[in-house]
């Protein structure tokens, strides 16, 4: 497709969104404050910290939840124009259910809008970024199909109480991240030891639950709010290691992208052909009677597609990938028969995942747009990290060399993204890193109880290309 000859490829268009994210068990602190629930987050870094790199907590964190007045400052000095933060639910309803609703919790989220409202900026709110009530976690957990419709009760108090002013909704952070929670006791929480189908079953309550909160808000709150709902995928591109190996990074795609985004963004609204072949075969190879991998029926298949307004896209890094079987009996690993290793020569960050690699950001998107007829994209996170310190230089080149390959996927391929939020607004909680790990353009002294913030070079970076909304001369080729 492509634009006009002569099309600056360097800025941004109009009307693209640019700004930041975070994530409330990552900054809020507040853990037990005025009546907020304890979370699967608060109980696996209080009951097991050795999971922990540095075996700390977000008790405190960034202590937004009193110093949310500061990131706002540090937002509007960065001229962004949206913040994108989440909701923690055991804030809202201490015990997951909706028949106690915490006031404070309300309260402070509302201070919070507000105050982004005041200063220009546009909220875009996560509904779940990973900090489950534990008292669902007790039932379960998202194994459990019943937290699709206390998901769905949750996110109607949130539509009643600020989608009167909060206009672009994330139903869900990655799912793929904490499906993975459900396969290993060693990971993130709840850590729950049921690889290739605790995974697979989460899989499933999350696109039940994403689906009836799209349907619900338009029965009830479409008309009148006006707002748009997305889900927010992540994924790392596969890069075939040689020509012959094609076939493996497409299953990768379908197994790590397709299981969630195909049922939601394409017209069969159902999982792609190639993972439930090769679970189906697995689990009767493994002797069991019917599928680890729950199907999809007809009515869901019905309620499933279309429901998004865009698809946001959380990137960071590649990979690059062959056939073979990874991983044990059963596992997610060993359904998709890929191996996957990363290129030495790309740059590395502090974390062990991600390397620096700004041309698989456009293939990606690229993937993307044609699998699904080119939806609405919303890059909702993207990012480096290092191990702190204002003269970030490298988060520096990250960004400006993957905007531009984001710009390129827009301006030449056509590809339809159009918005953009750097992870992260702060150093924060990094899960299982703890604090040893920094993806924020502002630092935070985590030493310090008074959690000062300091923009980064980065920040001031970003500065510049959020005002003038093209990448800056000096890094160009
Ligand atoms: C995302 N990996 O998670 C999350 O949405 C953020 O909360 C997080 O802080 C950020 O990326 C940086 O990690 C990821 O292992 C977690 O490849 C793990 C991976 C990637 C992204």
């Known amino acids: 497709i492509g634009f006009a000859a002569g099309h600056d490829n360097t800025t941004f268009p109009d009307g693209f969104l640019l700004g930041a994210a975070t994530a409330s068990y990552q900054i809020e602190g507040g853990w037990n404050a005025d009546g907020k629930g304890v979370n699967i987050w608060d109980t696996l870094t209080h009951e097991r910290s050795i999971y922990v790199e540095d075996k700390y907590n977000g008790d405190l964190a960034d202590d937004s939840y009193n110093l949310y007045m500061e990131d706002v400052k540090h937002l509007k000095n960065m001229g962004a124009q949206l913040y994108r933060f989440s909701i923690s639910w055991a804030r809202i309803l201490p015990e997951g259910h909706d028949y106690k609703i915490n006031e404070a919790g309300i309260d402070y989220y509302n201070r919070l809008i507000n105050a982004l409202l005041d200063n220009g900026i546009e909220p875009i709110v996560t509904i779940y970024h990973w900090d489950l009530p534990q008292k669902l976690q007790d039932l379960g957990g998202w194994p459990n199909i019943v937290l699709a419709t206390y998901n769905e009760n949750y996110a109607r108090v949130l539509f009643k109480n600020f989608g009167d002013r909060v206009k672009l909704w994330i139903t869900f952070n990655e799912p793929r991240t904490f499906m993975a929670a459900y396969a290993s006791d060693t990971g993130m929480a709840p850590s729950i030891n049921t690889p290739g189908i605790g995974d697979y079953l989460t899989s499933r309550t999350v696109l039940t639950a994403h689906a009836n909160i799209y ?26 290691i040689s020509t012959n190996q094609v076939d493996a990074c497409e299953r990768y795609q379908q197994f790590h992208l397709g299981l969630r985004a195909h049922p939601i963004f394409s017209e069969s609204g159902n999982y792609p052909s190639v993972p439930v072949k090769r679970v189906d075969h697995n689990s009767r190879a493994e002797g069991l009677t019917s599928s680890r991998l729950p199907k999809i029926t007809p009515e869901e298949v019905n309620c499933r597609t279309g429901t998004y307004d865009f698809l946001g896209f959380n990137f960071y890094t590649s990979n690059l990938g062959k056939r073979g079987v990874t991983g044990g009996i059963p596992s997610k690993g060993r359904d998709t028969g890929a191996i996957l290793s990363q290129d030495a020569e790309w740059p590395e960050s502090a974390s062990s995942w991600l390397r620096v690699v700004p041309w698989a950001l456009r293939k990606q998107l690229n993937w993307i747009a044609n699998a699904y007829g080119n939806p609405p994209i919303f890059v909702t996170e993207n990012g480096y990290s290092d191990y702190g310190g204002l003269n970030d230089t490298s988060r520096v080149l990250y960004y400006s060399e993957y905007m531009k390959e984001m710009l390129k996927a827009i301006h030449i391929d056509g590809v339809n993204v159009f918005g953009y939020t750097a992870w992260s607004l702060l150093d924060n909680f990094e899960w299982l890193a703890g604090y040893t790990e920094r993806f924020g353009v502002c630092d935070v002294d985590f030493d310090d109880p008074n959690r000062p913030r300091i923009p980064k070079e980065s920040a001031k970076v970003l500065t510049e290309i959020f005002n003038t909304r093209k990448i800056p001369e000096r890094f160009l080729d």
């Open 215 to 240: 349907r619900m808000y338009e029965r009830e709150f479409k008309q009148q709010q006006k707002g748009k709902i997305g889900i927010s995928l992540w994924n790392v591109w596969c890069e075939p």
